[in-house]
């Protein structure tokens, strides 16, 4: 069964460094996330991108975040300077169409980013 | 972003009993979908409920949407201990995005 699938699992930085974290969605869809959840808190969305674009971003996705799909696979998360608050699991999903309510979003298995 | 308040934060019961999980906002939702969550692993979709009153059921598990779509519950029938894990909420709602609820982790003793 096609999977989403995120590298590395996990990834620890010190506080100021650039990191890029790593996904693959499901071939076939279109719709790319990335959320996170901080250690003991709720999953929340950071952003979603269509067709080479930010189609929605939250609050949280400042300037120091930037995503990208530099090729036909892979879709990227960067934290340009990186500060000990960004420390969280990082989850990447992807879907067929962009209807939350109705398109099933797929999630990848997790990316936890320590940032010393 | 819409506050989904998910109850009880843990339940923790015996092999055979049944449990209910609620998951409850001030705000209407198009559609309220719920998760299962393994440790080290991203959320699974379980199922999605679309309109007020809305009940599905999978397997020994019954998932109500409120009439107003404001609520949901999620109940489980004679657990196993598979059913262990961790049970997120999460809707849709005028944003078009999907809002968590904390979580609720189960513990089902053999």
């Known amino acids: 069964e096609p999977e989403v699938t995120q590298t590395p699992s996990h990834q620890v930085t010190q506080m100021g460094q650039e990191v890029i974290l790593r996904c693959v969605p499901i071939s076939n869809h279109l719709y790319f996330y990335w959320y996170r959840q901080i250690l003991g808190q709720k999953v929340e969305f950071l952003v979603s991108f269509y067709n080479n674009e930010i189609s929605e971003k939250s609050e949280i996705f400042d300037d120091q975040f930037s995503v990208e799909r530099p090729d036909g696979s892979n879709f990227t998360l960067k934290i340009r300077s990186t500060k000990l608050e960004d420390s969280a699991m990082y989850f990447c999903a992807s879907s067929v169409g962009g209807k939350a309510s109705t398109d099933t979003q797929y999630f990848g298995p997790g990316t936890r980013l320590t940032v010393l | 972003t819409q506050l989904l308040e998910q109850s009880p934060q843990f339940l923790s019961i015996q092999e055979g009993e049944n449990l209910t999980v609620y998951c409850n906002s001030s705000s209407v939702f198009s559609s309220l979908q719920w998760y299962r969550q393994e440790p080290g692993e991203g959320p699974v979709l379980l199922v999605t409920?679309?309109?007020?009153?809305e009940v599905k059921k999978l397997k020994r598990l019954t998932f109500q949407f409120g009439d107003a779509r404001k609520d949901s519950s999620l109940h489980i029938t004679a657990a196993q201990p598979g059913d262990t894990g961790l049970y997120l909420c999460?809707?849709?709602?005028?944003?078009?995005?999907?809002?968590f609820g904390a979580g609720t982790t189960v513990t089902v003793r053999a």
């Open positions: 999460a809707g849709v709602g005028n944003d078009y995005k999907l809002s």
């Open positions: 409920v679309v309109t007020g009153g």
